[in-house]
């Protein structure tokens, strides 16, 4: 039976690889933060009482910030498999706290790679690093490949390529099995509430309930190539199955901007709308009520912001044998299926 660790198992990704990897009758580690409240809300449904005798699901507290907690849970499991998905994951945040952003996603990933290669886990352990779509920035081309150049415009971007190069180092200086998965932006119902898509579809299914009369958001021009979670972990498995260690680009191909996932959400809600002003004052009114439903708010505006995004990942589906399955609009219409039962309840 094979174990894994998965740092960020509390997470979208984490909760959904820890499901999987049960499924394939792993034995799941997890590392998770001490907080006030409960953060276990997505794994929940899984969650073993440590008093069950055998049970394959075991959370460790601990933090990327502190390599005393990572070296302890590492060397006492000495897992097969680390996934690392831990991460200050917001890029919006990593502007407002660029250092503790750098601690986590870059510092974070030395912490795990230097236990790994200190406990003489060299041979057994394959390593996963949650590398992103955003390391890449603005650069022109149209599609996005393991080839592309990276020139990233966010502190996240930044300290994520730190990562992404560290990965790499301690694979070439030391011969650890650690890979990269450049995955480009995917959602689910398990998605956290302050990132677009989910921000989005809580809201609207708020506002066709009246419960909410306005959605504020920042660049609606950005165009972001979204897939489905569920998907991705796949790949993220698959990266580490794959017969040696490499980097991979995780993308469906195609990309929408955040207008037109409004309007896919719209569709599916019945509601609308007319666009009407330009720059912070465009506004999106109800055709049947002339209320304004969707307004800018300067707050919501980056420092600076990728316009556009699609990957390739042509690569991945040649050798992993990886293809994303779930569409634009079946991604949409299960997040706001899921916000219309909760409502409705
Ligand atoms: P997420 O939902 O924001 O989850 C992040 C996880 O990291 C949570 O479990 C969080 O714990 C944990 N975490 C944050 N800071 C930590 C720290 N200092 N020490 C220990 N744990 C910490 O992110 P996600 O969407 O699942 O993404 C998973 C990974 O893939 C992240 O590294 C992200 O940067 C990367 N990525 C995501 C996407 C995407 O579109 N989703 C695309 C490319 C790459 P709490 O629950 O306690 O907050
Ligand atoms: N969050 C947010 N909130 N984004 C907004 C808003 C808003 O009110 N209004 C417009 N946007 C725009 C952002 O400016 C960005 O261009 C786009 O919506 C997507 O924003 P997010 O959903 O926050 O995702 P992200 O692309 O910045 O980052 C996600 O994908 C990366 C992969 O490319 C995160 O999951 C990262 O962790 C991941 O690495």
Redesign the pocket.
Known sequence: MKSAFITGITGQDGSYLAEFLLKKNYTVHGLKRRTSTFNTKRIDHIYQDPSISNRNLILHHGDLLDASSLNNIISKIKPDEIYNLA?Q????VSFEQPEYTANADALGTVRILEAIKNFNLIKKTKFYQAS???MFGNISEKKLDENSIFKPISP?GVS?LFSYWITKNYRDSYGIFASNGI???HESPRRGE????Q?IVTALVKIKFNLQSCL?????Y?K?DWGHAKDYIVAIWKILQHKKADDFCIATGNNYS?KEFIEEVLKYLDIKIIWKGKGLSEVGINKKNNKIIIAIDKR???PN??NS?IGDSAKAKRELNWNPKVKFEELICEMVKLQIDIYKK
Do not use: C, P, Q, W
């Not at 994951?89 to 919006?92: L, P, Q, T």
């Not at 302050?194 to 898509?197: E, L, M």
């Open positions: 991460a994951s917001h890029v919006a992103t779509s955003e996240y994520k995955l480009f932006n302050t990132f677009v898509t921000k504020y958001l920042g660049n609606l950005a972001r955040i919501y505006m980056r912001d990728i995004l």
